[in-house]
């Protein structure tokens, strides 16, 4: 059987990576030259050869390239479909029209391109900037300017003004609070070093970006209607925030990368901080762009990897994903509805690392189910308990089940971060028959329309009909 699935999953490989049309099946699946296909994307272009035949090898079928003919031809020859990132093109209210024309111009009909990107997090930089000065910066630069002062009757009055700052803000009135530190800054004899960083008006800036990019977005799909376009979100902001934005791709996703769980760490603003927090928002794309694809970008690195500067206490705790983390996380995307999933962060970690090394082996167990992955979900009534445990158990068990052929695999998922043992039923159909996950240890046999696994916490069982 492994056989036969690599085999099938290299040809659904092969033939779509030489095509010039990209689809979206009504089931939002990628359709490319007329194969179904489950991305699998890597967002480092690795100038490496050996490291770019290593990402071939491993079944990556989409890797970025940029806007650079060469990078295009270079994974061109290796079977491999790109994305070109568009920039501040994209939005023609910035004056991004000539630019948009050029780039589809240069690269629309190169055989390797498959998927325009647009501005990476556009939405939530609307308002980061902003965040991280007026919270962030602007405090610490005032209080150091306010304690230097020789007048010590105006720092005293400063100091109370920027403690009614924080007030104002902690009240949810970022109007009143950036007027009360526009006028510090006059007191101390400066101008406000930046006067359109202003979270009372970032959600203006905002609706003026989501129009110019969706003149944008219409402008490029007239220009070359076989790329579709892709937008990728930080894990922030409100559904119909997002859903403004979305109107301005085919295919939507965010970032989202909660691996450690720490103090240090939080990467999702979600009640879920685990590594469930990946599905969680799998699931709030898709609440954000009804019918469309979601791609999750998730995490290959540590966040030490980032943080040169951390002490080494930081370093030691912001540890990379493991293995079975990482194969949590894409599977999490899977059973949630998800239609891709790309890697970031790889550029920060060495190629001879165990990270690294990971990342190829999720991928390429990913690649070797790619007939799975791609065929339509099975039409099934599916019910799941669980059985009494310690856990209070606010997470579930997840399944999807997938018609391969004519016949039914069931991915399964345990969200929760407690092993459970769970009851799925609804599997009357399948009566006598016996489902089992070689890698995960487990064979079933369906009594009563139902069966019963245990399942460790936060794992993945892949359960297919035994042959």
Request: aromatic share 8%; charged share 25%.
């Amino acid at each position: 059987m492994r056989t036969r699935l690599l085999a099938a999953a290299m040809l659904s490989l092969a033939l779509p990576l030489q095509a010039a049309e990209f689809k979206i099946a009504p089931d939002r699946m990628a359709v490319v030259d007329g194969q179904r296909s489950f991305v699998l994307g890597l967002y480092e272009y690795p100038k490496d050869d050996a490291v770019l035949d290593e990402v071939a090898k491993a079944g990556f079928n989409l890797v970025y390239a940029g806007a650079d003919a060469t990078a295009l031809d270079r994974l061109q020859a290796r079977g491999l479909k790109a994305w070109v990132n568009t920039g501040g093109a994209m939005d023609l209210d910035a004056g991004g029209d000539a630019a948009l024309r050029e780039m589809a111009g240069k690269y629309a009909s190169h055989p390797a391109l498959m998927v325009w990107e647009v501005p990476d997090e556009a939405l939530w930089n609307c308002w980061y900037g902003a965040t991280e000065w007026r919270r962030g910066a602007e405090p610490a630069r005032q209080r150091d300017k306010i304690t230097a002062l020789q007048d010590k009757a105006l720092a005293e009055k400063l100091n109370k003004d920027r403690v009614q700052v924080s007030v104002l803000y902690a009240q949810g009135r970022p109007a009143e609070a950036e007027a009360v530190a526009d006028a510090i800054w006059l007191a101390l004899g400066e101008k406000q070093p930046h006067p359109d960083w202003s979270l009372a008006t970032a959600q203006d800036r905002s609706e003026k970006m989501a129009a110019g990019m969706v003149k944008g977005y219409t402008l490029l799909r007239s220009i070359d209607p076989p790329h579709p376009v892709w937008m990728n979100h930080a894990p922030r902001n409100q559904i119909n925030q997002l859903a403004m934005f979305n109107a301005a791709a085919d295919i939507v996703g965010c970032d989202i990368y909660p691996v450690p769980q720490c103090e240090w760490v939080s990467h999702s603003d979600l009640l879920e901080q685990t590594p469930a927090a990946v599905g969680a928002y799998t699931t709030r794309m898709q609440a954000a762009a009804p019918g469309k694809p979601v791609w999750m970008v998730l995490q290959a690195f540590g966040w030490a990897d980032i943080q040169p500067t951390a002490p080494p206490e930081r370093k030691k705790a912001e540890r990379r994903p493991t293995r079975a983390e990482s194969q949590f996380m894409a599977y999490d995307v899977i059973v949630r509805g998800g239609r891709g999933v790309l890697y970031w962060g790889t550029v920060a970690i060495e190629k001879d690392s165990q990270c690294w090394r990971d990342v190829l082996s999720v991928v390429a167990e990913l690649a070797e189910l790619q007939p799975v992955l791609s065929a339509p979900d099975a039409s099934l009534s599916l019910k799941v308990s669980l059985a009494p445990t310690w856990g209070s158990v606010d997470r579930e068990v997840r399944v999807l089940p997938k018609d391969v052929s004519g016949k039914t695999w069931l991915i399964v998922v345990n969200e929760c971060v407690e092993p459970v043992k769970y009851t799925m039923e609804g599997l009357g159909k399948f009566d006598g028959a016996t489902f089992t996950d070689p890698a995960a240890g487990v064979e079933v046999t369906v009594e009563n329309g139902g069966i019963t696994l245990p399942i460790p916490a936060q794992s993945v069982q892949v359960l297919r009909p035994k042959m």
